[in-house]
């Protein structure tokens, strides 16, 4: 029921973190600042096994709250979360590649030439991250007026902005941000939407 979908998400998001501090903490020089989060899961990673269940829990999360906003809400932004988990599990399918560990991937010298597998990755984080945006402001439009709605409109636009910067010397800082956004997001619509 509704219920358990609600809890299958907040359990997804939750798992997600979790996955990702543990594997962070036991991957060698790998540091949450500078690194990606995705370079976890990677090929290459000596935790690759945990990383990659974060990124499958975390996408499934978005997978549960986009039934859940189908049902609530509206079933325009209920897909377009069901299509965020779905680019989601994409990148975890196609990971980066690492060939010296987790630490410092995607970043000289541990930075393997580009290849499909790469392409397809960068294009499900894209993807990911319009098909939330999206998801935002159709919660935000079936909300109407309230701070609900203008909630969800700051989290569009601050999503929108740490996206856009990540890629500086402190990457793995900016990318944890985005993701704290979008995850609160997504939990609190699964947990708060209830019907209108």
Known sequence: GAAATRAAAVAGLALFWLGTAVAGAAAPGYSARADYVSSLAG???????????????????????GVVVSGALSAAAGAALVVAG???LVVAAFRTGCPLGAAGCGTAP???????????????????????????????????????????????????????????????????????????????????????
Not at 44 to 64: I, R
């Open 43 to 65: 090929r290459g990673s000596e935790v690759a096994a945990t990383g990659l269940a974060a990124l499958v829990a975390l996408a499934l999360a978005h997978v549960a709250a």
């Open 110 to 196: 541990n930075d393997a030439p580009a290849d499909l597998a790469d392409t397809l990755h960068v294009a499900g984080v894209v993807g990911y991250e319009i098909a939330l945006v999206v998801a935002m402001v159709l919660v935000a439009r079936g909300l109407g007026r309230g701070l609900p709605a203008v909630a969800t409109v700051v989290a569009a636009v601050a999503s929108t902005v740490l996206a856009v910067r990540i890629g500086g010397p402190d990457l793995g800082l900016d990318q944890r941000l985005w993701l704290a956004v979008n995850t609160a997001w997504v939990a609190a619509a699964a947990v708060l939407l209830r019907g209108r």
């Open 86 to 88: 779905g680019c989601g």
